[in-house]
């Protein structure tokens, strides 16, 4: 079996292991984790990131028991009391994305006094001071239900700062939440019936109003309530409509491809590449042949396929030889 690769199939990969072998009665030691995604998934992971991998799926809230739990293994509980979550691609990429906690702080550094372990500075960076003000105060207005005001920031061409506009935006907030490395706030504003999202590290002046919020079920994408994980697939990810994509890529990508798409990629080998079935939104298919355009090539719909090549030939225009 082709060997998988990367971060995030690796997490993704110890929930299905989990999921698809792990019971109460039979928990899965470290050891046979590592040996069911080599069995399934051609993956070889060693135990120290196994280890590591089942530390952030608990801090991200998935309902793991563990050996200090039950003294024997690794299941996902499924009774009442455990915390309910969706085993969401997009949530997980969005946890692996974020600053690292304290708890895994911790656990890095006593993994260090027995093997060095490098941290890229990307893993270590840190949210900025002000932004933790800020989620503070618009935690606190959505436990008070009542509306915020601020002023938003644009980022110019010199990267300079500079307010969007003179006065401040008046707003009713529901929920935050974090997706590629920044945290957003989703709100309504008065006289618009839609929800929007403003990056909370873009926010000047945060001032709680003494004004109740506008109901997030009076909006009309909210008439059943305000379903977050939904939205964030949507606006940020883009996974709410999906077509079907055939993509011929070189043998190297797989793990790219597992990823980027999870449960919704089917690989056949063909010789040293993949032929993958992708059921996706042209929006994340189309971002993954543009990383990797010199080892993909798009077979299928023909339509995206003329599309792609319009826009390489719109490119090489801007581009001439000389």
């Given at each position: 079996?082709?060997?998988?690769?990367?971060?995030?199939?690796?997490?993704?990969?110890?929930?299905?292991?989990?999921?698809?072998?792990a019971?109460?009665?039979?928990?899965?030691?470290t050891?046979?984790?590592?040996?069911?995604?080599?069995?399934?998934?051609?993956?070889?992971?060693?135990?120290?990131?196994?280890?590591?991998?089942?530390?952030?799926?608990?801090?991200?809230?998935?309902?793991?028991?563990?050996?200090?739990?039950?003294?024997?293994?690794?299941?996902?509980?499924?009774?009442?009391?455990?915390?309910?979550?969706?085993?969401?691609?997009?949530?997980?990429?969005?946890?692996?994305?974020?600053?690292?906690?304290?708890?895994?702080?911790?656990?890095?550094?006593?993994?260090?006094?027995?093997?060095?372990?490098?941290?890229s500075?990307?893993?270590?960076?840190?949210?900025?001071?002000?932004?933790?003000?800020?989620?503070?105060?618009?935690?606190?207005?959505?436990?008070?239900?009542?509306?915020?005001?601020?002023?938003?920031?644009?980022?110019?061409?010199?990267?300079?700062?500079?307010?969007?506009?003179?006065?401040?935006?008046?707003?009713?907030?529901?929920?935050?939440?974090?997706?590629?490395?920044?945290?957003?706030?989703?709100?309504?504003?008065?006289?618009?019936g839609?929800?929007?999202?403003?990056?909370c590290?873009?926010?000047?002046?945060?001032?709680?109003?003494?004004?109740?919020?506008r109901?997030?079920?009076?909006?009309?994408?909210?008439?059943?309530?305000?379903?977050?994980?939904?939205?964030?697939?949507?606006?940020?990810?883009?996974?709410?409509?999906?077509?079907?994509?055939?993509?011929?890529?070189?043998?190297?990508?797989?793990?790219?491809?597992?990823?980027?798409?999870?449960?919704?990629?089917?690989?056949?080998?063909?010789?040293e590449?993949?032929?993958?079935?992708?059921?996706?939104?042209?929006?994340?298919?189309?971002?993954?042949?543009?990383?990797?355009?010199?080892?993909?090539?798009?077979?299928?719909?023909?339509?995206?396929?003329?599309?792609?090549?319009?826009?390489?030939?719109?490119?090489?225009s801007?581009?001439?030889?000389?």
């Amino acid at each position: 079996m082709t060997e998988t690769k990367g971060k995030k199939a690796l997490s993704l990969c110890i929930l299905r292991v989990l999921e698809q072998h792990a019971e109460k009665r039979d928990p899965l030691s470290t050891r046979r984790i590592i040996e069911y995604l080599k069995e399934d998934f051609g993956m070889i992971a060693e135990r120290k990131a196994v280890g590591r991998n089942l530390i952030l799926l608990q801090e991200m809230g998935f309902p793991l028991s563990s050996y200090q739990d039950n003294g024997k293994g690794y299941y996902l509980r499924t009774d009442a009391e455990s915390v309910v979550h969706e085993h969401d691609p997009a949530a997980l990429d969005a946890f692996l994305r974020a600053p690292r906690s304290e708890r895994s702080e911790r656990e890095i550094a006593r993994l260090q006094d027995a093997v060095p372990i490098y941290v890229s500075d990307a893993e270590r960076r840190t949210q900025p001071e002000k932004v933790l003000e800020t989620l503070d105060l618009l935690k606190e207005a959505i436990e008070r239900k009542c509306t915020v005001s601020f002023m938003y920031t644009v980022v110019r061409a010199d990267g300079t700062k500079a307010p969007q506009r003179e006065t401040p935006f008046v707003v009713s907030p529901y929920a935050l939440f974090l997706a590629e490395g920044y945290y957003y706030v989703i709100v309504s504003i008065s006289g618009y019936g839609r929800l929007l999202h403003y990056r909370c590290d873009l926010m000047d002046a945060v001032k709680l109003t003494e004004q109740p919020i506008r109901e997030a079920e009076t909006l009309v994408e909210c008439t059943d309530g305000l379903d977050v994980a939904a939205y964030v697939n949507r606006t940020i990810y883009h996974t709410d409509v999906r077509e079907t994509h055939t993509v011929l890529c070189a043998g190297h990508l797989t793990g790219d491809l597992l990823d980027t798409f999870g449960d919704a990629v089917r690989m056949r080998p063909e010789g040293e590449t993949v032929r993958a079935e992708i059921d996706a939104p042209w929006e994340t298919v189309h971002r993954f042949l543009s990383d990797n355009l010199k080892h993909t090539t798009l077979l299928a719909p023909a339509w995206r396929r003329a599309q792609i090549r319009e826009e390489l030939l719109s490119a090489l225009s801007t581009y001439p030889q000389g």
